[in-house]
């Protein structure tokens, strides 16, 4: 099973612990490493390719809620700016990547892509770690 299909399948049966919300068009979770903190995700239901698959309400709704939680990662983390990414490239099912950014990021790294943080370094997630972080984004995203 592809790796977003897997993730979307545990939201929707309540297993998936980093999860912040459903949300109109999809799960935004944490990540899974959390290279910057409060780097999320904004997986899709029903997962589908790409962004392009999507039309009419499904694809403005998955862009309203992309900065949506751009917007609250901002407000909770105090980020100086949010870095919306779509790849799909490796996993090739959509799947957006909100990056908060911070001024406080090494030089060599901070203007730079997110890719180039070292994830096999970065902390992953942690439901006691993270709960403050998770109920701040839950609150901040509203119902």
Partial sequence: MAAITDLVL???????PQVIRRLESGWAVLGEKQVLHGYCL???DPVVPSLNHLQGRARTAYL????????AVLRV???ARINYEILGNVDPELHAHVIPRYPTEPD??????VWFHDWDGAPGFSPLEHA????QLRDALGT
């Fill in 108 to 113: 060599e790294l901070r203007l730079k892509p």
């Fill in 132 to 135: 403050a972080l998770l109920k």
């Fill in 77 to 79: 983390t105090g980020a």
């Fill in 42 to 44: 904004l997986l899709p």
């Fill in 64 to 71: 309203e809620d992309m900065v949506r939680l751009g917007d």
């Fill in 10 to 16: 545990r939201a929707q049966r309540g297993e998936l």
